[in-house]
């Protein structure tokens, strides 16, 4: 049975959920008891470069929600629509 495509992301969005899962994976992984040291070392480093890259890209993207909100575009009357945010919790 063919898999079911899901729909397809803006490229900067999935990039950041695949790696934000990689950084979830790596954590599980090195939380567990029976790991090696060496290889909990090697996954603490991955873990370390994916957080500042992810925390890189949410000042990116902090500064261009900053940059909209405060634009002549902007209505000043409206609250912005966070709907997007809630549904990741």
Known sequence: ???KK????SGGMKNFEERLERLEALGE????ADIPLDEALKA??????LARTLEHDLEKIDNRIEI???SDDAPM???P???LFD???
């Open 1 to 3: 049975m063919a898999k």
């Open 6 to 9: 899901e729909p397809v992301k």
């Open 29 to 32: 992984q090195i939380r567990k």
């Open 44 to 49: 603490f480093e991955e873990g370390i470069k």
């Open 68 to 70: 909209l909100m405060n």
């Open 77 to 79: 009357d409206e609250s």
């Open 81 to 83: 629509d966070l709907e």
């Open 87 to 89: 549904a990741a919790n």
